[in-house]
């Protein structure tokens, strides 16, 4: 069964830093794009980054270049976003999600909160 | 950045009803189109991937039709479970989400 179970969210203040994380099971982790996709409270789903499944291609949303760098551990089956000069708008749930064709999403995690604020 | 704009905003319909929801890309996007529902606390479900392709385990009342710039989910007969809002994506040049589509019961 595939699992992803994200961790790492919290309370921070803006300028500050966060580093979540996404643990993978049920299947073969490396073979895998994977993405990284937020929700604001009350709000829609927005993208933000993506990584191949040897971590050489990625890619990201305008509105967090720069700021966030998404990277992956094969051997613990992990994906990472490094979140930097969080503002108040990052304030969102962050999902993980396994790429599937067409770049879909076809499996999800219940997400990890990230909070921004003073 | 492809701009995707979903009509309606939010839908009232009954059981049974069938229900065409409506997605518009700002340039063309071939069939670089996913469809996700999504219930209250709940992530996120792929539907349909490449615009028609149903994915594994999603009930055959779920269509998707569509190319280029104008897409459409249909849900042929409603279920109660099937109330929800649903959201297009395109994944032609990185990924952007619709502003998503409120279903719910008349």
């Known amino acids: 069964e595939v699992q992803l179970v994200e961790s790492g969210g919290g309370l921070v203040q803006p300028g500050g830093s966060l580093r979540l994380s996404c643990a993978a099971s049920?299947?073969?982790?490396?073979?895998?794009?994977m993405h990284w996709v937020r929700q604001a409270p009350g709000k829609g789903l927005v993208w933000v980054s993506r990584?191949?499944?040897?971590?050489?291609?990625?890619a990201y949303a305008d509105s967090v270049k720069g700021r966030f760098t998404i990277s992956r551990d094969n051997a613990k089956n992990t994906v990472y976003v490094q979140m930097n000069s969080l503002r108040v708008e990052d304030t969102a749930l962050y999902y993980c999600?396994?790429?599937?064709?067409?770049?879909?999403?076809?499996?999800w995690g219940q997400g990890t909160l990230v909070a921004v604020s003073s | 950045d492809i701009q995707m704009t979903q009509s309606p905003s939010s839908l009232s319909a009954s059981v049974g009803d069938r229900v065409t929801i409506t997605c518009r890309a700002s340039q063309s996007i071939s069939s670089h189109l996913n469809w996700y529902q999504q219930k209250p606390g709940k992530a996120p479900m792929l539907l349909i991937y490449a615009a028609s392709t149903l994915q594994s385990g999603v009930p055959s009342r779920f269509s998707g039709s569509g190319s280029g710039t104008d897409f459409t989910l249909t849900i042929s007969s409603l279920q109660p479970e099937d109330f929800a809002t649903y959201y297009c994506q395109q994944t032609y040049v990185t990924s952007t989400f619709g502003q998503g589509t409120k279903l719910e019961i008349k």
């Open positions: 990584i191949s499944g040897d971590g050489s291609n990625t």
């Open positions: 049920g299947f073969t982790f490396g073979t895998y794009w």
């Open positions: 999600a396994r790429g599937g064709a067409f770049a879909s999403h076809d499996y």
